[in-house]
């Protein structure tokens, strides 16, 4: 799990949707809170696909995407391997039109692998995912930074320090 080398790619397996959001609706972020429903037939698919992957050889890292999604897989793979990570959210398989940012970011949909690959290797390992007719897209790559990044349509929409300032931490136990 852990991230390997800054400007590996993080390629995203399967389609987000707006399923698994009970924290967006906790944070008054959407209207409706809708539980993770599990996709039997495109759970398997995905997991076929990441086999077919890793039958490559390529993978360095892989992480599945079940609480918190893709903000969660890439934060902490990124920094338990010392690294950071860039995320352009814009560049996510969707299952559904009409998603926010932090929904792309952070539902909780089931089906989904992240894998990261070296940037030589991302047609090699693509082509094995598309083999098996599952969507899967380059959604960003690791970074020798100190925090991770998420972008959707060129704006900002979270940036998560490795190591949170005094100032954070103080906010946070006393606010």
Do not use: W
């Not at 390629?11 to 409706?32: E, M, P, Q």
């Not at 934060?75 to 929904?103: M, Q, W």
């Amino acid at each position: 799990k852990p991230a390997k080398a800054a400007g590996d790619q993080i390629i995203l397996i399967g389609k987000t949707g707006s399923d698994g959001n009970d924290t967006l609706y906790r944070a008054g972020l959407v209207d409706v809170m809708k539980p993770a429903i599990a996709l039997f037939k495109e759970e398997r698919a995905v997991m076929e696909a990441s086999l077919a992957a890793f039958r490559t050889g390529k993978i360095k890292a892989c992480s599945d995407l079940g609480a918190a999604g893709i903000g969660a897989a890439v934060c902490e793979s990124a920094r338990y391997g010392g690294f950071g990570a860039h995320v352009d959210l814009t560049k996510a398989p969707l299952r559904e039109k009409g998603l926010i940012p932090e929904e792309i970011m952070i539902c909780e949909t089931q089906g989904r692998m992240a894998v990261q690959v070296a940037k030589k290797d991302v047609a090699a390992v693509l082509k094995a995912i598309r083999a098996k007719d599952v969507r899967a897209e380059v959604i960003g790559e690791i970074t020798k930074d100190n925090k991770e990044v998420f972008e959707y349509k060129g704006r900002t929409v979270a940036v998560i320090p490795n190591k949170p300032s005094q100032a954070d931490m103080n906010e946070l136990t006393n606010g």
